[in-house]
């Protein structure tokens, strides 16, 4: 047997990589740390249908399923970490005000997003409970776009969309969930021709509006042909000028804003504004996120939210790999205090030190320095 062999879609992360994704982590941790993100560790494990409240449903055919042989009830391993942190701010922490939380670590999924990705994304993500207005939603989009600059990725294109649209349009005819959720599958994948086949018995003005969202992407000057073509419902008015509003405050951070309004990605699970982040030379969004004020529902305690997630994983391949830094060579000691000092003092201003063993090779040690003894005192010279 080839023990060594990995399932697909699960690998390794070697040094280089693991450096560079133990420095980011570190840098946004940080960012989210000052704006007042309060870091949370839920467990990998739990019920099935904790992980499936709200926004989780559309999860169920990603999670990992095992029996607990503690209670005999269906366990999952999560595959989102948004649900968790609302059942966090919804039982655990109990606040009345506004809730800022961030966390990273690992999620599972069964079957990979995408051909190119892993099924264990290092998730990383920020949300914010308790406000419902737009000044939350910038809030998260700005932190967002701040760690990608941290990151070091500065070509960023915006995408926005807005459920409310799809919401507005639907809400004005009678439509039955089963045929809402056909509709809803296939303006994800603007197959126009089924489109046009399930619209045929729906009011003119219905139909209308649904065969035209799949045309609606571009620039802000759609937004506009929005208005002027869709039902003239408040709901969707509102959506059209919340989304304006965001494209006026965000469009000088980043390099293109444009809008979608047939995305309704997580439509299930999303409530308003939905955001993603993508960079040149990448197809697959590097950042989503978006408003979900119906999640604390599940959990006996609806909240206002808004918040995002990226995989720390898909964020280092966007940067240019920097080499593993190299080190200081040390002879081998025992009870030199002095050199021992010397060590501990070049170890905690973050140099790395690595120090001889007895007959080792010193050409396997990657070092471009060594700890040498120079008229009784230890310097470091180069190799």
């Not at 005000?97 to 990705?117: D, F, K």
Request: charged content about 25%; overall charge negative.
């Amino acid at each position: 047997m080839r023990n060594w062999l990995l399932p697909e879609y699960v690998e390794d992360i070697l040094p280089l990589e693991a450096l560079q994704i133990e420095i980011m982590r570190r840098q946004i941790i940080d960012l989210f740390l000052v704006h007042g993100y309060q870091q949370v560790i839920p467990p990998l494990l739990e019920y099935v249908e904790s992980l499936l409240c709200g926004s989780g449903r559309d999860m169920d055919l990603k999670m990992f399923k095992v029996i607990d042989q503690l209670s005999g009830r269906m366990l999952a391993l999560r595959a989102d970490m948004t649900p968790q942190a609302a059942r966090i701010d919804a039982h655990l922490l109990n606040s009345e005000g506004i809730t800022r939380l961030c966390y990273v670590n690992s999620v599972l999924h069964a079957v990979p997003s995408a051909i190119t990705q892993t099924r264990e994304p290092l998730q990383i993500g920020a949300e914010l409970y308790g406000h419902s207005g737009l000044e939350s939603d910038l809030e998260i989009q700005r932190l967002m776009l701040k760690c990608l600059f941290v990151a070091g990725i500065r070509e960023i294109h915006l995408d926005l969309g807005h459920v409310a649209v799809f919401r507005g349009i639907i809400k004005g005819a009678d439509i039955s969930r089963e045929l809402e959720a056909e509709l809803f599958a296939t303006l994800q994948a603007k197959d126009v021709s089924t489109l046009t086949e399930l619209c045929k018995k729906l009011p003119k003005e219905t139909r209308e509006a649904l065969m035209l969202l799949p045309d609606l992407y571009g620039d802000k000057k759609i937004l506009n042909y929005a208005d002027s073509r869709l039902p003239d419902y408040l709901e969707i008015k509102q959506a059209l000028n919340e989304l304006n509003i965001i494209a006026e405050e965000l469009e000088s951070t980043v390099n293109q804003i444009s809008f979608d309004l047939a995305d309704l990605r997580g439509y299930h699970y999303h409530t308003g504004i939905v955001f993603a982040a993508y960079s040149d030379g990448y197809s697959n969004a590097i950042v989503l996120g978006g408003r979900y004020d119906e999640i604390g529902k599940s959990f006996g305690r609806a909240r206002p939210a808004t918040g995002f997630s990226m995989d720390l994983r898909e964020l280092t391949r966007l940067v240019n790999p920097k080499a593993y830094p190299r080190g200081i060579r040390a002879p081998f000691h025992t009870k030199n205090i002095e050199l021992e000092a010397k060590i501990e003092e070049l170890r905690g201003a973050g140099h790395i030190v690595i120090m001889e063993l007895p007959q080792q090779n010193n050409e396997s040690l990657d070092c471009d320095r060594q700890l040498i003894l120079h008229n009784g005192q230890w310097i470091v010279e180069k190799i």
